[in-house]
């Protein structure tokens, strides 16, 4: 198998006004997460699908499988304490060569976007997809702030993509609070990470407005 997603649903983040997870919310008359996966199986039906989830919530996983019909192949790892050790447990359950890991709450990922990062790969050992700043940027100290050059800075995206070589040596190293995303993980062992173009509308669902906006996405 040559394609593996790891969808990372495990963290402890803060939930938006309700006790489920984001990733369980309903958009468009479905969880989140199944918009999500449905995209990486659009790109590739065969590919190795790993879902990271808290360990209270397998079962409600397991609801959702049998109540929506999901019947793909995939496999389950439990979340761990912080994201790291979250992708870190999800990552022995892989076994493909290529990797990607995504926000379970992305679920306006394009297949033209997987493909494109995957695409990368050819070339780079680590892949993340980025896009423009359109507002003004400010560097702030304290009470001291200063106008940058928002030309020189991008918004990362998820899926980032590597070679399973590659993250299961950055995964091996210890934890630390720098890591804010699987690209910075790679990035501390001296691996190079190039930039792929993005898309505006793969937003990340963490608030209400997001919610608002996806409902917005879904409608012709």
């Not at 996966?37 to 039906?45: A, G, L, N, T, V």
């Not at 926000?103 to 980025?130: E, G, T, W, Y």
């Not at 940058?148 to 934890?175: E, G, I, M």
Request: net charge neutral.
């Amino acid at each position: 198998m040559k394609y593996a997603v790891i969808i990372s649903a495990g963290g402890k983040g803060k939930r938006m006004q309700s006790d489920l997870p984001k990733q369980f919310m309903l958009v468009n008359g479905k969880p989140i997460i199944l918009h999500t996966i449905q995209k990486f199986i659009s790109f590739d039906p065969h590919i190795e699908i790993v879902i990271v989830l808290p360990e209270d919530f397998v079962p409600v996983w397991e609801e959702i499988c049998e109540k929506y019909f999901f019947t793909a192949a995939h496999k389950v790892a439990i979340g761990g304490e912080e994201r790291f050790h979250s992708i870190q447990n999800g990552l022995k359950e892989v076994t493909a060569e290529l990797v990607a890991v995504h926000d379970a709450v992305r679920p306006f990922v394009s297949v033209d976007l997987i493909k494109r990062c995957f695409d990368h790969l050819q070339n780079s050992d680590a892949v993340v997809p980025v896009y423009d700043i359109n507002e003004s940027v400010r560097k702030v100290d304290g009470i001291i702030s200063v106008a940058v050059d928002r030309n020189k800075y991008k918004l990362v995206q998820t899926p980032q993509c590597f070679k399973k070589t590659v993250l299961d040596k950055a995964y091996h190293q210890p934890y630390s609070p720098m890591f804010t995303d699987d690209a910075s993980v790679v990035e501390a062992t001296g691996i190079k990470v190039t930039c792929c173009e993005g898309i505006r509308e793969n937003i990340k669902i963490t608030a209400p407005f997001d919610l608002k906006l996806a409902e917005l996405f879904f409608k012709p």
